[in-house]
């Protein structure tokens, strides 16, 4: 398709995007670039661009749509950045990445793309869900929990373990039956605090927590932003709490429990 018949706005991106790749590739040229950008490796940048997807994450659960773009473009440096590396080993080019995503969109949306017929919302994740495991089976990854990435943050792996045991049947039939494992579970870690083993707390104190993140998957909730929520509210009520110490002349660490606690109720109150 020629290029003056495209919509003005996807030229402009395709200019863009020519731009910073551009721009990444002067960066990590050997003689002219930046030295930090010179040594870094797929190794060394990975925590980068995990940082930058929880940034984008916030931004949205901020409802910040004022900073969206700029921790967006944020998340696109950094797969730029590892298609400039894989590039300058001869492994793959950002083309590569466009084309791999672009391929595979079109063949799990077979009723956009195709001739299949499918518009209903549920019928269309058993498809996609049909589609992932042939693309797992393909790659000789037969089992069912096959192709959950290792490195996830470990609630929102422990959802899609939990996810992929529950479409073969293996679940709780409902929040109810949760609620009584974690009561199981609880009682179990009760059980070994005058132990006080470090390895028998820590698997019980890990089993509370995959039990928590089956019930919020039962209760339809997301863990992750379920206890990020919960950090953001704490956050802001601890801010509150140092708030009515400072006003009395006072730190935290210079006051008891008992009088944080009463400031902790009173924040409480103001919400």
């Not at 019980?204 to 919960?230: C, Q, T, Y």
């Amino acid at each position: 398709m020629p290029a003056d018949s495209l919509d003005p706005r996807t030229v402009a991106a395709q200019a863009q995007i020519a731009r910073l790749l551009s721009v990444m590739a002067r960066l990590r040229d050997p003689l002219t670039g930046c030295p930090w950008d010179q040594v870094q490796s797929f190794a060394t940048i990975a925590p980068y661009t995990i940082e930058e997807a929880y940034e984008v994450a916030d931004a949205i659960a901020q409802a910040d749509f004022a900073a969206l773009p700029e921790e967006l473009g944020d998340l696109l440096f950094q797969v730029v950045y590892h298609a400039r590396m894989a590039e300058e080993e001869h492994r793959f080019d950002f083309a590569d990445i466009a084309a791999a995503i672009t391929d595979k969109m079109i063949r799990r949306h077979p009723h956009v793309f195709g001739d299949a017929e499918l518009r209903d919302a549920s019928r269309q994740t058993v498809a996609w869900e049909a589609q992932k495991a042939a693309e797992r089976a393909a790659r000789q990854q037969s089992g069912t929990l096959d192709g959950i990435p290792p490195a996830l943050p470990a609630l929102t792996r422990a959802e899609k373990i939990s996810k992929r045991a529950a479409r073969v049947g293996f679940d709780w039939p409902d929040a109810e039956a949760v609620l009584d494992k974690l009561a199981e579970e609880v009682a179990e870690l009760r059980a070994e605090l005058p132990e006080a083993d470090p390895a028998r707390l820590a698997d019980e104190l890990g089993d509370i927590l995959f039990v928590v993140v089956n019930l919020a998957r039962k209760l339809k909730l997301d863990p992750e932003e379920s206890l990020r929520a919960a950090n953001r509210k704490f956050s802001r009520r601890f801010a509150g709490v140092e708030a009515i110490l400072a006003a009395q002349g006072r730190t935290p660490a210079e006051t008891s429990l008992a009088d944080m606690e009463d400031a902790w109720r009173q924040v409480k109150r103001a919400e």
